[in-house]
């Protein structure tokens, strides 16, 4: 079996078992983001968010520090961690190891980051973050509320397009045109998502695409 192929099967299995955790259901005033994840760890470097460290190639696998205690890991295992990297925040990782060299490790799975009442504001991306999860966004938003986790509006259908309030310049949205938002969810959490338009009409719009959500612990 090639790496690629070994990398979906992963995916595949880690979601399947985790479709049926609570962890999933979002709870009242929470913006949460899920979806697949691969991340390659350096020797030495932490998962990102996380007391996960790769400590190194051993001869009897992967050998990783989980807060304070050893553990070494095989191909195929499981690479799990449940906390709050921020007040506020919550992250979910359910992943597999993929390979591993003396170098760096490879882990494939899912992700769920949740952000209790977040604040949106608009503000230019910072320039070193120590922790990113890159993950697909999708909402439904009504007319006259604003696309979650932004400051942008959603004002109504015009011959123009789709109108947007709370943007800079032509405010303007056709079937598949982007929307693109950077700036801050909450202290030390941001966000750089680029959504398109998937339909509008007199009640709402509907949008989806890429968020890469920033963490400053």
């Not at 079996?1 to 929470?30: D, Y």
């Not at 070494?72 to 799990?80: E, I, M, N, R, Y």
């Not at 120590?130 to 999708?138: D, I, N, Q, R, T």
């Not at 709370?166 to 693109?180: C, H, L, Q, T």
Request: charged residues 20%; hydrophobic residues 40%.
């Amino acid at each position: 079996m090639n790496r690629r192929w070994f990398v979906a099967l992963l995916i595949l299995l880690t979601a399947g078992l985790a479709a049926c955790l609570p962890w999933q259901s979002p709870s009242e005033g929470q913006l949460v983001y899920a979806g697949p994840t691969e991340q390659g760890i350096a020797v030495g470097d932490f998962v990102p968010a996380t007391d996960i460290q790769y400590v190194g190639m051993t001869e009897d696998g992967a050998e990783v520090l989980i807060g304070e205690q050893k553990a070494v890991k095989k191909k195929g295992d499981s690479l799990d961690w449940d906390g709050h990297p921020l007040p506020g925040v919550t992250l979910n990782l359910k992943q597999r190891i993929v390979w591993f060299t003396a170098e760096k490790m490879h882990v494939a799975g899912t992700a769920r980051l949740a952000v209790d009442r977040p604040q949106p504001e608009a503000m230019p991306w910072p320039e070193e973050l120590p922790a990113l999860y890159k993950l697909p966004a999708s909402y439904t938003v009504k007319r006259g509320e604003a696309i979650p986790g932004t400051t942008i509006l959603y004002l109504g259908p015009t011959d123009d397009g789709a109108e947007l309030g709370g943007i800079e310049g032509y405010p303007y949205r056709k079937i598949a045109d982007s929307i693109a938002w950077t700036g801050s969810l909450a202290d030390g959490v941001y966000l750089d998502t680029t959504l398109r338009v998937v339909l509008y009409n007199d009640e709402q719009l509907q949008v989806a695409g890429l968020a890469t959500i920033g963490l400053m612990p």
